[in-house]
């Protein structure tokens, strides 16, 4: 069997369900096929025989999450590793069993917000998520059906260690407000969990602390996901939070992805803190006050935050390329180097703290925040001063040519040269992917997919209108390139 169509980045996904109409990829032999193969990886990885390895498993709501675990733990058992079943788990717990259990490697069976038909297997070692290159080996050697069968069958322990994680989270924010074991007693605080994972978030870490949750929606999980698309993203999903926030005059509102390694945010007057908002929150908490720190974020953040990290913060803000592994990784370069870097953070939500492992994780973010919270921090008189674009835009060119990463380099080298050539553009300097160019009504940026043949472009302007002239001035550009898709309503 050929599984290498199944990587996604640094995951393996792909359909599990017909419920969509389309055949099933994540099939019960392709499942086991994997597992095995990354039983494999770990007795190459670590060196040791497979029956001194434990695993941790866990999985998130999805329907499809009981069929694939047991697929799981029939190839690891036949392998002689022993597994720690978490059940329903949160994706960065998983990764927290390797640091609190000490467990060689942990499984997590998610597709994070993708529809309700896919799903996919996340691993983790102790150094954290594992790199593309690691799930290419994987796939190759579950593609050649490799496996280690043990004399000795492996086992299964159940073991509940979402309560821990949760602990663990009540102990900082008392710990870190310092105001006895109720800290959250004054504070109303709205979830929406979007009937993924995180309804612990509310039941297990606020309400204890003497939060008011009430109000709080779609805290328990299930797969169907019948109220929204579980993605603090998702236009629809933040509509509701932010109406459920205003609905019942809470302070402060959360919303997390299904596998809650991503969280959005909602202030006490219904606004919702995402995206630019979000980062600029999380590197003020990362910075700490110092001066001269380096967030790194991906290449679409707005120019208001790079003032607002630069000037406001005192800070860094260091441009890298999207994709939230990319800007873990290169943050960890970066602190390799000596420099400074406290934070990674894209604007789909992903936030790692170098404090918490770089790991990405929304309910450790939603926690920092909170504890800002409680201390007396007023959230929206701290994202005042940050300036916000009056208009937003993404296009995505279809590249239509065979050899579409070729095309689409030439592309970019293309609107380069198109942009030196106009006396009022400025070529970003800290252009670290794609193109980004500086005009007198905002800026674009246009860059190429890691793994489509797509060329996703961004625009900003701080004026009405603004977006449509950038539009106008380029098209002609576009317009010469016979592969190049121009998208409707550009």
């Known amino acids: 069997m050929e599984y290498m169509f199944l990587k996604s980045g640094t995951d393996v996904r792909g359909i599990a369900s017909d419920l969509g109409g389309k055949a099933v990829e994540l099939t019960d032999k392709a499942v086991y096929d994997i597992s095995a193969a990354f039983a494999v990886w770990c007795v190459n990885k670590f060196s040791r025989p497979s029956n001194e390895l434990r695993i941790a498993l866990g999985h998130d709501s999805r329907i499809t999450a009981d069929r694939i675990s047991a697929q799981v733990k029939r190839a690891l058992i036949n392998a002689g590793i022993t597994v720690l079943d978490c059940g329903l788990a949160s994706?960065?717990?998983?990764?927290?069993?390797?640091?609190?259990?000490?467990?060689?490697?942990?499984?997590?069976i998610t597709a994070s917000h993708h529809p309700l038909d896919?799903?996919?297997?996340?691993?983790?070692?102790?150094?954290?998520?594992?790199?593309?290159?690691?799930?290419?080996?994987?796939?190759?050697?579950?593609?050649?059906?490799?496996?280690c069968i043990s004399e000795n069958s492996g086992a299964v322990e159940k073991?509940?260690?979402?309560?821990?994680?949760?602990?663990r989270l009540r102990d900082m924010i008392i710990r870190e407000v310092g105001k006895g074991d109720k800290p959250l007693k004054n504070y109303h605080i709205v979830v929406d969990a979007g009937n993924g994972v995180g309804g612990f978030y509310a039941n297990n870490v606020?309400?204890?602390?003497?939060?008011?949750?009430?109000?709080?929606?779609?805290?328990?999980?299930?797969?169907?996901?019948p109220n929204h698309i579980p993605n603090p993203e998702n236009k629809q999903a933040i509509e509701s939070i932010c109406e459920a926030v205003k609905k019942s005059n809470a302070d402060f509102g959360v919303i997390f992805d299904t596998d809650v390694d991503r969280a959005g945010c909602v202030d006490g007057d219904g606004n919702e803190i995402n995206r630019n908002r979000l980062i600029a929150i999380a590197a003020y908490i990362a910075l700490g006050g110092k001066k001269g720190g380096t967030i790194v974020t991906d290449s679409v953040t707005s120019d208001g935050l790079k003032k607002y990290i630069n000037e406001d913060l005192g800070g860094v803000h260091y441009r890298y390329r999207r994709g939230y592994k990319n800007v873990i990784n290169k943050a960890i370069e970066l602190c390799e180097q000596g420099i400074d870097c406290p934070l990674a953070i894209e604007t789909s939500g992903h936030a790692a703290l170098r404090e918490n492992y770089f790991l990405d994780d929304g309910a450790y973010l939603a926690t920092k925040i909170i504890i800002e919270l409680a201390k007396g921090t007023d959230i929206k008189q701290l994202l005042s001063t940050m300036e916000m674009p009056a208009e937003e835009e993404e296009h995505r060119f279809n590249i239509k040519s065979t050899d579409f990463r070729a095309y689409g380099e030439n592309v970019i080298v293309s609107l380069e040269k198109f942009a030196d050539e106009k006396a009022d553009y400025v070529i970003a300097d800290d252009n670290r992917e794609g193109i980004r160019v500086s005009t007198p009504n905002g800026w674009f940026l246009l860059r190429l997919s890691?793994?489509?043949?797509?060329?996703?472009?961004?625009?900003?302007?701080?004026?009405?209108?603004?977006?449509?002239?950038?539009?106008?001035?380029?098209?002609?550009?576009?317009?010469?390139f016979s592969e190049l898709e121009i998208p409707k309503g550009f």
């Not at 793994?451 to 317009?479: C, L, T």
């Open 118 to 147: 896919r799903n996919g297997l996340k691993f983790f070692i102790g150094e954290g998520g594992l790199e593309g290159s690691d799930i290419s080996e994987i796939l190759t050697l579950a593609s050649n059906e490799e496996e």
């Open 159 to 167: 073991f509940d260690y979402m309560t821990d994680y949760a602990a």
């Open 91 to 108: 994706t960065p717990a998983m990764f927290m069993t390797t640091v609190d259990l000490h467990t060689d490697a942990a499984i997590q």
């Open 450 to 480: 890691v793994h489509d043949p797509v060329m996703p472009m961004n625009f900003e302007s701080n004026k009405i209108g603004g977006i449509a002239v950038m539009k106008q001035e380029v098209k002609e550009f576009f317009e010469n």
């Open 206 to 225: 606020l309400a204890p602390l003497g939060a008011d949750i009430s109000g709080s929606q779609f805290l328990e999980p299930d797969g169907m996901f």
